[in-house]
């Protein structure tokens, strides 16, 4: 019986993250199927011509039409297209807060250029004595800059465990706060696993020294745009 259940839960860690993954990835499918498929003609629709329905087929056509919206944005006809859209939203007092903070947040993400939450940390909290891993966003800037004057402050996400896309907003001196060579990736299973799963391997991210360096360079372009 010991062998038996331990073959039990052998087997559930090996299956449940895979079929969790599989059912959300279908569900996943399935929405944007439910979205897109009404609007596409039926003479295009494959599921009219076979005799099962094609998983899918909504979702690679909601891909093609945000990679053309893209390709069409990059010129100057399309840059005036959305510039006129945005210029109308503005125009509305609720439409205009949601959408200009989705566009924030998004262009944060995706951006290549973004060097946000590339760093993990482990800064005092709640209380002296007691560490928690934190990511650092970036300095301080702008009016919070202007408050802490000379002292330099680094903004930080505190994802909670084991749920981390809620958090708090913290600004920390930079000299409370400590840089782990870890990556981000690894320092999220720490906070979503509670601790027990831990980094493997070679999970060096970048070493103090160079975590120093690159929040020191975003300081510099700032401060050269402001300027």
């Keep these: 019986m010991v062998k038996l ?7 559930f860690v090996i299956c449940a993250p895979l079929a969790i993954t599989v059912w959300i990835t279908w569900a996943f499918m399935n929405w944007v199927d439910s979205w897109v498929k009404p609007y596409i003609p039926a003479r295009y629709d494959p599921d009219n011509y076979l005799f099962v329905s094609v998983p899918g087929f909504g979702l690679i056509v909601a891909l093609v039409i945000i990679t053309l919206v893209g390709f069409l944005t990059a010129n100057l006809v399309g840059r005036t297209v959305i510039g006129w859209g945005e210029r109308v939203l503005d125009r509305v007092p609720l439409v205009r807060s949601l959408y200009t903070a ?51 402050m680094l ?20 000299d409370e706060v400590k840089i782990l060579d870890m990556k981000v990736e690894d320092a999220m299973k720490l906070i979503v696993s509670a601790g027990i799963v831990g980094p493997e391997g070679d999970s060096r991210a970048m070493t103090q020294t160079e975590a120093a360096a690159l929040i020191d360079a975003q300081a510099a372009e700032r401060k050269e745009a402001a300027e």
């Design 155 to 174: 903004a930080v996400f505190l994802p909670p465990t084991p749920n981390p896309t809620s958090g708090f907003l913290l600004y920390v001196p930079r």
């Design 102 to 152: 989705l566009k924030q947040i998004f262009e944060t993400v995706f951006a290549d250029h973004s060097s946000s939450f590339k760093t993990a940390a482990l800064i005092e909290y709640p209380r002296k004595g007691l560490w928690s891993i934190a990511l650092i966003a970036t300095t301080a800037k702008g009016e919070i800059a202007e408050v802490f004057g000379d002292q330099e």
């Design 5 to 11: 259940r331990t073959y039990f839960f052998t087997g």
